[in-house]
T-cell receptor, first 112, second 111 residues
Framework: DGGITQSPKYLFRKEGQNVTLSCEQN?????MYWYRQDPGQGLRLIYY???????QKGDIAEGYSVSREKKESFPLTVTSAQKNPTAFYLC???????????FGPGTRLLVL | SQQGEEDPQALSIQEGENATMNCSYK?????LQWYRQNSGRGLVHLIL?????REKHSGRLRVTLDTSKKSSSLLITASRAADTASYFC???????????FGRGTSLIVHP
């Protein structure tokens, strides 16, 4: 099956801890994105990557970091600098020439 | 930055009725897309309409685009309980690889 997967489905973070959210796609898409969604809100862009080994900050990048070492993978690290990390995190990918994003099922991050 | 804004924020209807939701945006666009999100899930692409198109259909979905008013509407005909979800519009402009999402319309269809 082709698609985009995120893991884990739920993640708990202790104060001062860094946590990493996984995003993998086998769609051979060039571009990948991370969004944050708060209750009743739209999607806010955290980071995006158009090609391997390159990524750009989105609107709310502070307290987050990413890497893009492989085309199929775009992990997001929520660092201890992110003081309000509780949210639903969505990963998406898009073909280079395409206009439509394909979304993963999301990871819900909760703070203990 | 959010460009598209959906209206209404919430919509509650009975099964079989039509549901209409609107999206307004501020700057020129190349295309506008509608996505659906079931509770606690990822977004699913529904339909894309380009700036030179005025109307598109896909099954029970009808999308219109009025670039002079910078607005779009999504009509779901003969709604079903399974249509219960949040619906988002996303606009793309210029050479942007980054669609800009609105806050969504929460649709509840009562059986």
């Amino acid at each position: 099956d082709g698609g985009i997967t995120q893991s884990p489905k739920y993640l708990f973070r202790k104060e001062g801890q860094n946590v990493t959210l996984s995003c993998e796609q086998n769609l051979n898409h060039d571009a990948m994105y991370w969004y944050r969604q708060d209750p009743g809100q739209g999607l806010r862009l955290i980071y995006y990557s158009q090609i391997v080994n390159d990524f750009q900050k989105g609107d709310i990048a502070e307290g987050y970091s990413v890497s893009r070492e492989k085309k199929e993978s775009f992990p997001l690290t929520v660092t201890s600098a992110q003081k309000n990390p509780t949210a639903f995190y969505l990963c998406a990918s898009k073909a280079g020439s395409g206009e439509t994003q394909y979304f993963g099922p999301g990871t819900r991050l909760l703070v203990l | 930055s959010q460009q598209g804004e959906e209206d209404p924020q919430a919509l509650s209807i009975q099964e079989g009725e039509n549901a209409t939701m609107n999206c307004s945006y501020k700057t020129s666009i190349n295309n506008l897309q509608w996505y659906r999100q079931n509770s606690g899930r990822g977004l699913v692409h529904l339909i894309l309409i380009r700036s030179n198109e005025r109307e598109k259909h896909s099954g029970r979905l009808r999308v219109t685009l009025d670039t002079s008013k910078k607005s779009s509407s999504l009509l779901i005909t003969a709604s079903r309980a399974a249509d219960t979800a949040s619906y988002f519009c996303a606009t793309g402009s210029g050479g942007s690889y980054i669609p800009t999402f609105g806050r969504g319309t929460s649709l509840i269809v009562h059986p």
